[in-house]
């Protein structure tokens, strides 16, 4: 049996941030906004797989990269649609420089640095190996420090990574 | 990686808390809700002709609630007490009028047929012929309750005709259901295409309110139309979303008026509610009506095929029969039209290349909004041979392309007299498993790119190569 009232709470404790994840991943806010919600939509269709899960959230957040990734790479407009940071705002050069990141780079990245999961934690969630996960994070942070060069300082600490 | 870098990068992605801190989720509720209604459905084949017995409109944010299982009609303690009651006797009805007996409604002590007292030309509406609360309750703990016809707020939605049956329903989110059955002695016809007029006249009134889609109907009673159209109330972030399930019998015509707010209406009207509509009202008739629902959209008119595209036909060979609906062209110069090619491993740009004109279209199935599409576009050089040239540099660098963790093969080329394409397919694996097929074509002075998503349909390579050569063999029209 459903229970709605278990759904609505995993849904108020965890949309927020995987919302803010979405957009991270997407620098667009009206498709994080769209797939976080259909990811949540399809989370209650299979509910009681997904409440079972080692992660629900790990889940919902997947879904609905999987979403964003898709209407991405096969949507209208193409990549030129991503590129929709909210102009003058300060993250508009982050949000930028994370689009400039291969797409699992970018996963990792966020779900790392963000969502805060432990690399074996992504390994397990992307279907793939510890290492793997670790060279794509290494690449990534190699990739933003060189194309925000006035971070790097401050990414790096002073060193290169 | 240093830890002063794990933090930096943590507090940097962090801070894009702020960017989101203004968008407000639309809530559990509407997540569950937009569950309910979104199952999948398929073409059955047909240009613009679906078969969906199952599938519902979705009100992408706050959807009216809905619907259970289109059970036959039932017995008359399943029905509603009808809350406008004819007044007017039963008449013997037209030759092609199925032969009306109220039966008695246990439930109420008012026949919506009401029928003892003689005086109409109107047949009556039997009893039992009106949707009931069971028709109407969704499947996701959200109760319907019956509240008074007439009330329902819903913009366009019309005044209950006088020898009308209603119902209507209200659910705890603000939806609105409210049905009427109108009896149309030897006039149903012009009465089911004089309200599809009202209600789309209503809805293409201007101001806050526009028509969103209309659908002939077929398969259900005797003939139907669903309607989708929008109106106020309005808040800024929502207005309110009606779908209007037209369906006439012998005799009469049904109107189900289904609604409430939302921020979107991202997918084809579905027939349910006419179907159970037609199954109410067929059941209290006593007679058996046909419930196999075949729609056509009417509005917005589909485009048809376009000199120099591929035709949906050419798509059909290719084995996507469901990607029956072409868009409109858009060009670079359009708000949301192109600016590069869409597909990651197209790297070269055709604009910075002297492409005089960039555009693109995008073909779907009508009845899967958000599913699989296949899109095409065009970049149209000064000459044949910038064309030429661009192609090359085109080809070379999709050849190089690569994206880590996916398999990408060459699956073909081809060059004789007129033109020259070529072909890949891009396998992923892992948890972000995808497959996509493309290509890429030049004749005359066009270069065309086609590419696809792999969903539930695969294009094998010789059928994607057969896809090109179409597209430039379309090329010049």
Redesign the interface.
């Known amino acids: 049996m459903r229970e709605?009232a278990d759904?609505?709470a995993?849904?108020?404790a965890t949309?927020?941030r995987v919302?803010?994840q979405l957009?991270?991943l997407t620098g667009d806010?009206g498709r994080?906004?769209?797939c976080?919600?259909?990811a949540?939509?399809?989370?209650?269709?299979q509910w009681a797989a997904v409440s079972a899960a080692t992660s629900p959230e790990a889940w919902v957040r997947?879904t609905a990269?999987?979403l964003a990734?898709?209407r991405w790479?096969?949507?209208?407009?193409?990549?030129?649609?991503w590129s929709t940071?909210?102009p003058g705002?300060?993250?508009a050069d982050?949000?930028a420089a994370l689009l400039r990141l291969?797409?699992?780079?970018r996963?990792a990245?966020?779900v790392r640095?963000?969502a805060?999961a432990a690399v074996a934690e992504i390994a397990a969630?992307?279907?793939?190996s510890a290492a793997t996960v670790e060279n794509?994070?290494?690449k990534a942070?190699a990739t933003?420090?060189r194309i925000l060069p006035g971070?790097i300082a401050?990414?790096?600490?002073g060193?290169r990574? | 990686?240093?830890?002063?870098?794990?933090d930096?990068?943590?507090r940097?992605?962090?801070?894009?808390?702020?960017?989101?801190a203004g968008?407000s989720?639309?809530?559990?509720?509407?997540?569950?809700r937009?569950?309910a209604q979104?199952t999948r459905h398929q073409l059955t084949g047909g240009v613009l002709a679906g078969v969906a017995a199952v599938a519902l409109g979705v009100f992408?944010?706050s959807p009216p609630d809905f619907v259970a299982s289109p059970d036959p009609a039932g017995s008359p303690s399943d029905s509603p007490t009808p809350t406008a009651v004819p007044t007017t006797p039963t008449q013997s009805p037209s030759p092609s009028t199925p032969p009306v007996e109220p039966s008695p409604d246990p439930s109420s002590g008012e026949s919506p047929g009401g029928g003892e007292d003689g005086g109409s030309d109107s047949p009556t509406v039997p009893a039992g012929a009106l949707l009931t609360v069971d028709d109407v309750e969704n499947d996701?703990?959200e109760a319907w309750a019956e509240v008074d016809a007439g009330a329902s707020g819903l913009p366009c939605v019309p005044d209950i005709p006088g020898d009308a049956a209603a119902v209507a329903y209200e659910s705890p989110y603000d939806s609105h259901i409210e049905q009427f059955v109108d009896p149309a002695d030897g006039a149903a016809e012009a009465r089911l295409e004089e309200l599809r007029d009202e209600l789309t006249g209503c809805a293409e009134s201007g101001g806050d309110f526009h028509l969103i889609q209309v659908w002939s109907l077929s398969g259900v009673g005797d003939a139907g139309y669903l309607l989708v159209w929008n109106g106020p109330p309005t808040t800024p972030d929502t207005q309110t979303y009606v779908t209007a399930s037209l369906v006439r019998t012998g005799d009469f015509v049904s109107a189900v008026f289904h609604g409430g707010p939302g921020q979107d209406y991202n997918a084809p009207a579905q027939p349910r509610l006419a179907v159970l509509a037609i199954e109410r009202l067929c059941g209290a008739l006593g007679t058996e009506c046909p419930t196999t629902p075949e729609q056509e959209r009417l509005f917005p008119e589909p485009t048809g095929d376009l000199d120099g595209w591929l035709t949906t036909d050419d798509l059909a060979e290719a084995g996507l029969e469901a990607l029956t609906d072409g868009g409109q062209v858009?060009d670079s110069g359009d708000e949301?039209?192109?600016?590069?090619?869409?597909?990651?491993a197209f790297t070269r740009d055709p604009l910075a290349d002297g492409a005089e004109l960039l555009e693109?279209r995008?073909y779907g199935d009508p009845m899967d909004p958000g599913g699989?599409?296949l899109?095409q576009e065009r970049a149209t050089f000064a000459d044949a041979e910038g064309a030429r040239a661009h192609y090359a540099e085109l080809v070379f660098e999709a050849n190089q392309f690569s994206?880590?963790?996916d398999v990408i093969e060459s699956t073909g080329d081809v060059s004789v007299p007129g033109y020259e394409a070529a072909t890949w397919r891009a396998e992923g694996?892992?948890?972000?498993a995808?497959v996509?097929v493309y290509g890429a074509a030049v004749s005359e002075n066009v270069v065309t790119v086609v590419?696809?998503?792999v969903d539930q349909v695969d294009v094998p390579p010789e059928q994607m190569q057969q896809l090109l050569e179409r597209a430039a063999q379309r090329i010049g029209g």
């Open positions: 709605p759904f609505d995993f849904y108020d949309s927020r919302l803010h957009y991270a806010l994080a906004r769209d976080t919600q259909e949540y939509a399809r989370a209650w269709r997947g990269w999987r990734s898709r790479r096969g949507g209208p407009g193409g990549r030129a649609r940071a909210p705002t300060g993250s982050l949000v291969p797409e699992r780079q996963y990245v966020v640095y963000l805060g969630e992307t279907g793939t794509r994070l290494a942070c933003l420090a971070d401050v990414l790096t600490g060193h990574v | 990686m240093s830890d002063n870098l794990d930096s990068l943590s940097r992605l962090s801070s894009l808390e702020s960017d989101v968008i989720l639309p809530g559990p509720a509407a997540a569950r937009r569950a979104r992408a944010v996701t703990s858009l949301g039209g192109p600016t590069g090619y869409g597909y990651v693109q995008q699989p599409i899109i994206q880590p963790g694996s892992g948890e972000f995808s996509f590419y696809y998503g």
